[in-house]
């Protein structure tokens, strides 16, 4: 990232991380590695509840997207929703998701 990045406090992590409009600057590359660092620390706190993870997965990957904002909103999770459901109801998209938290906590 740039060096006069923009850092915000974010209450529910407790955590200084890039501002939203960070976050739309980064590269595909650069976006995917936050990603797997952000759910590699959440992952041991969800235990083995699929359905739990592939929401983490889908908040993630929509607020490194800039999709979502500080604050959810109902249709922010009904989109969420929509994506866990589709992940859960499809058999290669859950097993793909197991296989990568898998392969995070190893």
Do not use: Y
């Not at 995917?32 to 041991?44: A, M, T, V």
Request: cysteine-free.
């Amino acid at each position: 990232m740039a060096e006069n990045s923009k850092f915000v406090f974010d209450e529910m992590s407790q955590e200084i991380v890039p501002a939203e409009s960070e976050l739309r600057e980064m590269t595909h590359f650069e976006r995917q590695q936050k990603f797997e660092e952000i759910f590699r620390g959440i992952l041991p706190h969800l235990g083995s509840h699929i359905g739990k993870s592939v929401m983490v997965q889908t908040l993630i990957t929509l607020k490194l997207e800039g999709l979502l904002g500080d604050q959810l909103t109902e249709s922010d999770l009904k989109m969420v929703r929509a994506v866990q459901e589709s992940v859960m109801n499809d058999k290669d998209r859950r097993a793909e998701a197991i296989r990568f938290s898998q392969r995070l906590l190893d």
